[in-house]
């Protein structure tokens, strides 16, 4: 089976815009997570989609955001980027639910000037 | 918050000597999963610990979920060069449903 896929794999933007990452999860795995990891917080939970719904939300501003497609695909956008926001944005898939065996994509690394 | 702690965050040996990395969370975890992130790449499964006490070995690798299900540790013995890497562990709390990773241990092994 295909891995998780991520696009794009690097990404610049400055202040103010807005930015779509996009993830293809595991054929078969209805579940996606978004994380967001900087060198200083680590791993940091953004949410997580299931049969096109958000289930779970981390402790982000409404700046971030995402859907799911009915083929499991997902989207996160951030909408009015911060310098802050730098960071590598990985996308995870897993059968039915997060805390199952989670399967990392590569990541989009995102660069705000 | 973070709920979950690992140290030590950063970890030098030579090849050869063992290492160990221990996670702590403030509450009880129903399961712990532990991920390996290579320089430059993602975090890769490792293994799942579910049972209290439970001990999973990997061939160097072994693994423990403590009694009281709050704190788990990774330990390699004799470390090789291809062990370099960030070892995560991720936690779900009894009453949650989605992981809390830990603030990662980053090993080098210096041949």
């Known amino acids: 089976k295909a891995g998780v896929t991520q696009t794009p794999r690097y990404l610049i933007k400055t202040r103010g815009q807005q930015v779509t990452l996009s993830c293809s999860p595991i054929s078969g795995h209805r579940s996606v997570s978004w994380y967001q990891q900087t060198p200083g917080q680590g791993l940091q939970f953004l949410f997580e989609y299931f049969s096109e719904t958000q289930r779970n939300k981390g402790n982000f501003p409404g700046r971030f955001s995402g859907r799911q497609f009915s083929n499991s695909r997902s989207e996160m956008n951030v909408s009015t980027l911060e310098l802050g926001d730098s960071a590598l944005y990985l996308c995870?898939?897993?059968?039915?639910?997060?805390?199952?065996?989670?399967?990392f994509g590569p990541g989009t690394r995102l660069t705000v000037l | 918050g973070q709920q979950v702690m690992q140290i030590p965050q950063y970890q030098h040996v030579q090849e050869g000597e063992d290492f160990t990395t221990y996670c702590n969370s403030s509450?009880?975890?129903?399961?712990i999963q532990w991920y390996k992130q290579r320089p430059g790449g993602h975090p890769v499964f490792l293994i799942q610990l579910v049972k209290s006490g439970e001990v999973k070995k990997q061939k160097r690798l072994t693994f423990q979920f403590g009694e009281a299900k709050k704190n788990s540790s990774l330990h390699i013995t004799a470390t090789q060069t291809t062990d370099v890497g960030t070892y995560f562990c991720a936690g779900v709390r009894d009453t949650g449903n989605q992981f809390y990773f830990g603030t990662g241990t980053s090993l080098t092994v210096i041949p």
């Open positions: 509450t009880t975890l129903s399961n």
């Open positions: 995870a898939s897993s059968l039915v639910s997060a805390v199952n065996t989670q399967y």
